[in-house]
């Protein structure tokens, strides 16, 4: 037990703790975000009985060409877990929103292919989810703060999202 202390204490000391300004931007971030996204969540819930993880996938579909996507592509399109897409498609598959299709050219591979019953609800679910959007974040932002805010996303997005081999990124669990 005193070596995992010391490992413990050995951390604690090297750790570069956040001062106050940091803290205050880091706990602003996590609750707007937090927020952010049980707004979109509760809009879309109430508009189309989806959550937002789900509609992002519906649109993630219809923006690509026939309206179909591997499996693996849209797991990384969405950045979620293989697994945690599973799961979604075999809901969005029981709405009738989305379906499932092997691939020709790798038999375990398989694409999922936006359903003319899931661009019907994407079409009427989208204009109150836009409106949700820009009411939550653009109205409140003046144009500078909105370019702002998307440069230091994209750093931040960069940042975590290595080109490496062996990268830890969830579309590859």
Same mark, same amino acid.
């Given at each position: *037990?005193g070596s995992?202390? %010391?490992? @413990?204490?050995?951390?604690? =000391?090297?750790? !570069?703790?956040?001062?106050?300004?940091?803290? /205050?931007?880091?706990?602003?971030?996590?609750?707007?975000?937090?927020?952010?996204?049980?707004?979109?969540?509760r809009?879309?819930?109430?508009?189309?009985?989806?959550?937002?993880i789900?509609?992002?996938?519906?649109?993630?579909?219809?923006?690509?060409?026939?309206?179909?996507?591997?499996?693996?592509?849209?797991? *990384?399109?969405?950045?979620? %877990?293989? @697994?945690?897409?599973?799961? =979604?498609?075999? !809901?969005?598959?029981?709405?009738?929103?989305? /379906?499932?299709?092997?691939?020709?050219?790798?038999?375990?591979?398989?694409?999922?292919?936006?359903?003319?019953?899931g661009?019907?609800?994407?079409r009427?679910?989208a204009?109150g989810h836009v409106?949700a959007?820009?009411?939550?974040?653009?109205?409140?932002l003046?144009?500078?703060?909105?370019?702002?805010?998307?440069?230091?996303?994209?750093?931040?997005?960069e940042?975590?999202q290595?080109n490496?081999?062996?990268?830890?990124?969830?579309?590859?669990?």
């Amino acid at each position: *037990m005193g070596s995992m202390n %010391t490992a @413990s204490e050995s951390a604690t =000391a090297q750790s !570069r703790w956040l001062d106050d300004h940091e803290q /205050r931007v880091w706990r602003s971030y996590l609750h707007a975000t937090t927020l952010l996204e049980d707004h979109l969540d509760r809009q879309l819930q109430r508009d189309a009985g989806m959550p937002h993880i789900y509609y992002g996938l519906l649109v993630g579909l219809a923006e690509s060409p026939e309206q179909r996507l591997r499996m693996t592509e849209l797991a *990384m399109k969405s950045k979620i %877990t293989r @697994s945690r897409l599973s799961h =979604a498609v075999a !809901r969005l598959e029981k709405n009738g929103w989305v /379906r499932r299709e092997d691939c020709p050219s790798d038999k375990r591979g398989q694409f999922a292919v936006l359903t003319d019953e899931g661009a019907e609800v994407l079409r009427r679910t989208a204009p109150g989810h836009v409106t949700a959007v820009r009411q939550a974040l653009f109205e409140r932002l003046s144009p500078e703060q909105q370019q702002a805010l998307g440069e230091i996303m994209q750093i931040v997005a960069e940042g975590l999202q290595p080109n490496e081999a062996g990268a830890d990124l969830p579309w590859l669990r």
